[in-house]
């Protein structure tokens, strides 16, 4: 260091040349000392490229100490720290530094100020203070700066006022990719994602971050089909997707369980050398939890270059999602482990103690539960809540799991006495089924699915003039039952099954392959189990409704276009009935195929007529 400092004294800007070769803090430290012993500090010009450099290295709080030496700042370096602080986690500060420039006489605010201001409040989700920032460029003549328009399109369509936003947009008398593209964000941060494609069809330029923001904004808005078909669309021509392209992709694969879709995705990213970084790591695993397949969920995570608790989870929750507890609890104690570094989190206690309810380990469960607060100082949420609730609901232990949820330090919320509800209905237990669903419908009166299982829990224990006021407050009060649909990916194309689907083009053909399943499964012992019908209708109405569901048209569609040995995966948004697990079970034990099923809980392992679940979900 001390011959470099030699060295570069003999030039005409010595300083300069020294913090331009600045590698290391500490190397910072010893010209700032030198400056300072040579009075060179006073020097604005030079002061200002010292401050620049400690905020392009996040050293804000030594640039603040440089900044105090300086006699007379001048509008650069006030600059400097707004647009240092507009993207820290103290955006404010960017508000103090503006305020503060125009105090000092004879500095006046640029094109290069308002930006950063407006990014500060975008940061901080401030309508108000947005209001105020845009006020001030009106005020002082950068209204037309384009610049200064981007950043007011940006900053009204991240906090929400996307009509602020579009006006701003319409007026701006020339329109670049930035303009477009925030406007495409506000669209579908608004969830108007009909809005935002057309205005990302009209666009003269795309770059990828705009295709990016379509693809993530179609995930984001549960339009996942169209997230991947966009992707396809970004590939076609000739755009080489990025790390949040495919995490957007990948995600979309989870949720559709289209694991043809996501192997092809992942096979993208391994030719075109994309980095797997920690998010587009994490996302992968969770793909291939949420697509049945955690043998390939386990060998992602293994080779991660870097773990954090969310990856953590992932893999933890996927565990759970399967009913594998042990490998659960296994993964959950190696994070604990002091040598991994890692620190859980609310939702990785979530994913751990859903194991525990999936496979009844109450005792354990609620050791977990304790030790959160007591060990790890998180204070359990109301999902935690939940899972013990459901835990000792799983469990039989009815009235313990209603005293809890009376005895909670917070308000339990409708999925808490929703969880209590359904383990009223596997345990038949009318009587706290029927205090607990009182408090659910005040609760949500338009949520038809506690209705549904309070008249179900009626049903079975044929209780049918409480099932018939249930059916007439529901008509009274318009409430709709949700439909139930079944997706089934074949050849990486994904098809949609809802009850009684007439629209898929080979519905005939579907149908046919139904009734000969059915053939095939009765000698096997099949009955129609009707006790999931709603009401009190005629039994063969009620067969005739049960063999429409969902996913039964998708399992025959499976069969009709798969090959023998291979699986059948079908995701479903709703809970299994309990007709639709016993007639699964039996076609896995009668066509000798494994049928892989992910409903609204959990997933399902049928193979042999035997379920994963032990028959308890």
Same mark, same amino acid.
């Given at each position: 260091?001390?011959?470099?400092?030699?060295?570069?004294?003999?030039?005409?800007?010595?300083?300069?040349?020294?913090?331009?070769?600045?590698?290391?803090?500490?190397?910072?430290?010893?010209?700032?000392?030198?400056?300072?012993?040579?009075?060179?500090?006073?020097?604005?010009?030079?002061?200002?490229?010292?401050?620049?450099?400690?905020?392009?290295?996040?050293?804000?709080?030594?640039?603040?100490?440089?900044?105090?030496?300086?006699?007379?700042?001048?509008?650069?370096?006030?600059?400097?720290?707004?647009?240092?602080?507009?993207?820290?986690?103290?955006?404010?500060?960017?508000?103090?530094?503006?305020?503060?420039?125009?105090?000092?006489?004879?500095?006046?605010?640029?094109?290069?100020?308002?930006?950063?201001?407006?990014?500060?409040?975008?940061?901080?989700?401030?309508?108000?203070?947005?209001?105020?920032?845009?006020?001030?460029?009106?005020?002082?003549?950068?209204?037309?700066?384009?610049?200064?328009?981007?950043? !007011? #399109?940006? /900053? @009204? &369509?991240?906090? *929400?006022?996307? =009509?602020? %936003?579009?006006?701003? +947009?319409?007026?701006?008398?020339?329109?670049?990719?930035?303009?477009?593209?925030?406007?495409?964000?506000?669209?579908?941060?608004?969830?108007?994602?009909?809005?935002?494609?057309?205005?990302?069809?009209?666009?003269?330029?795309?770059?990828?971050?705009?295709?990016?923001?379509?693809?993530?904004?179609?995930?984001?808005?549960?339009?996942?089909?169209?997230?991947?078909?966009?992707?396809?669309?970004?590939?076609?021509?000739?755009?080489?997707?990025?790390?949040?392209?495919?995490?957007?992709?990948?995600?979309?694969?989870?949720?559709?369980?289209?694991?043809?879709?996501?192997?092809?995705?992942?096979?993208?990213?391994?030719?075109?050398?994309?980095?797997?970084?920690?998010?587009?790591?994490?996302? !992968? #695993?969770? /793909? @291939? &939890?949420?697509? *049945?397949?955690? =043998?390939? %969920?386990?060998?992602? +995570?293994?080779?991660?270059?870097?773990?954090?608790?969310?990856?953590?989870?992932?893999?933890?929750?996927?565990?759970?999602?399967?009913?594998?507890?042990?490998?659960?609890?296994?993964?959950?104690?190696?994070?604990?482990?002091?040598?991994?570094?890692?620190?859980?989190?609310?939702?990785?206690?979530?994913?751990?103690?859903?194991?525990?309810?999936?496979?009844?380990?109450?005792?354990?469960?609620?050791?977990?539960?304790?030790?959160?607060?007591?060990?790890?100082?998180?204070?359990?949420?109301?999902?935690?809540?939940?899972?013990?609730?459901?835990?000792?609901?799983?469990?039989?232990?009815?009235?313990?799991?209603?005293?809890?949820?009376?005895?909670?330090?917070?308000?339990?919320?409708?999925?808490?006495?929703?969880?209590?509800?359904?383990?009223?209905?596997?345990?038949?237990?009318?009587?706290?089924?029927?205090?607990?669903?009182?408090?659910?419908?005040?609760?949500?009166?338009?949520?038809?699915?506690?209705?549904?299982?309070?008249?179900?829990?009626?049903?079975?224990?044929?209780?049918?003039?409480?099932?018939?006021?249930?059916?007439?407050?529901?008509?009274?009060?318009?409430?709709?039952?949700?439909?139930?649909?079944?997706?089934?990916?074949?050849?990486?194309?994904?098809?949609?099954?809802?009850?009684?689907?007439?629209?898929?083009?080979?519905?005939?053909?579907?149908?046919?392959?139904?009734?000969?399943?059915?053939?095939?499964?009765?000698?096997?012992?099949?009955?129609?189990?009707?006790?999931?019908?709603?009401?009190?209708?005629?039994?063969?109405?009620?067969?005739?409704?049960?063999?429409?569901?969902?996913?039964?048209?998708?399992?025959?569609?499976?069969?009709?276009?798969?090959?023998?040995?291979?699986?059948?995966?079908?995701?479903?948004?709703?809970?299994?009935?309990?007709?639709?697990?016993?007639?699964?079970?039996?076609?896995?034990?009668?066509?000798?195929?494994?049928?892989?099923?992910?409903?609204?809980?959990?997933?399902?392992?049928?193979?042999?007529?035997?379920?994963?679940?032990?028959?308890?979900?």
């Amino acid at each position: 260091m001390s011959s470099l400092v030699s060295q570069t004294l003999k030039l005409k800007n010595p300083k300069l040349l020294l913090l331009q070769n600045c590698s290391s803090f500490s190397d910072l430290k010893i010209i700032h000392a030198h400056m300072i012993r040579t009075h060179t500090i006073f020097d604005v010009f030079v002061a200002s490229r010292l401050i620049t450099l400690s905020i392009d290295n996040n050293l804000l709080d030594y640039a603040l100490q440089v900044f105090h030496q300086i006699p007379n700042p001048n509008l650069f370096l006030f600059n400097a720290f707004i647009r240092g602080y507009s993207g820290s986690k103290n955006p404010d500060q960017s508000f103090h530094f503006y305020i503060q420039s125009q105090r000092r006489r004879g500095i006046f605010p640029d094109n290069l100020t308002y930006p950063f201001v407006i990014k500060a409040c975008a940061q901080l989700q401030s309508l108000h203070m947005g209001i105020q920032a845009h006020t001030q460029v009106i005020k002082h003549g950068f209204d037309d700066d384009v610049y200064v328009q981007n950043s !007011l #399109v940006h /900053m @009204y &369509a991240t906090v *929400g006022d996307i =009509d602020s %936003a579009s006006f701003i +947009f319409k007026s701006m008398s020339s329109l670049d990719v930035v303009s477009w593209t925030s406007m495409v964000a506000g669209y579908n941060k608004s969830g108007d994602v009909d809005s935002a494609r057309k205005l990302f069809d009209k666009m003269p330029e795309k770059n990828l971050v705009t295709w990016s923001i379509m693809i993530s904004g179609y995930a984001r808005n549960n339009l996942f089909e169209k997230a991947i078909q966009l992707y396809h669309v970004l590939r076609s021509e000739g755009i080489r997707a990025n790390e949040t392209v495919m995490v957007s992709v990948i995600s979309s694969c989870a949720h559709l369980g289209a694991i043809e879709e996501g192997e092809k995705a992942y096979d993208y990213i391994r030719r075109n050398k994309i980095t797997v970084n920690l998010i587009l790591g994490t996302a !992968l #695993v969770d /793909m @291939y &939890a949420r697509c *049945g397949s955690m =043998d390939k %969920a386990l060998r992602v +995570f293994e080779v991660l270059p870097e773990r954090d608790a969310l990856s953590w989870t992932a893999l933890i929750a996927g565990f759970a999602m399967h009913g594998h507890a042990e490998q659960a609890l296994k993964y959950f104690s190696e994070m604990m482990m002091m040598n991994s570094g890692v620190t859980p989190r609310d939702i990785t206690f979530t994913a751990v103690l859903s194991a525990c309810s999936h496979r009844g380990l109450v005792e354990r469960g609620m050791e977990i539960f304790e030790s959160m607060k007591r060990d790890y100082g998180i204070e359990p949420r109301l999902e935690h809540y939940g899972c013990v609730v459901d835990l000792l609901g799983r469990a039989g232990k009815l009235a313990e799991a209603e005293k809890f949820v009376l005895e909670m330090p917070v308000k339990p919320n409708a999925p808490i006495w929703g969880a209590l509800l359904g383990a009223c209905r596997t345990y038949k237990n009318a009587e706290i089924a029927e205090r607990v669903g009182k408090i659910l419908i005040e609760l949500l009166p338009e949520h038809s699915g506690y209705y549904v299982l309070l008249s179900n829990v009626y049903a079975l224990t044929n209780k049918w003039e409480n099932v018939e006021s249930m059916r007439h407050m529901m008509k009274q009060r318009g409430v709709k039952k949700h439909p139930g649909y079944t997706l089934i990916e074949i050849d990486g194309k994904v098809h949609r099954f809802t009850i009684g689907d007439k629209t898929h083009p080979e519905i005939e053909k579907i149908e046919r392959m139904w009734e000969e399943i059915l053939r095939k499964i009765k000698p096997a012992g099949y009955t129609v189990s009707t006790a999931d019908a709603l009401f009190d209708i005629d039994q063969e109405e009620k067969e005739n409704a049960i063999h429409r569901h969902s996913e039964k048209l998708a399992i025959a569609y499976g069969i009709m276009k798969t090959k023998a040995h291979l699986s059948i995966r079908i995701v479903k948004n709703l809970r299994v009935c309990e007709d639709c697990h016993t007639a699964t079970k039996l076609i896995s034990k009668v066509y000798e195929r494994e049928l892989i099923v992910r409903d609204r809980n959990r997933f399902h392992h049928f193979k042999g007529g035997i379920c994963s679940c032990a028959d308890y979900w």
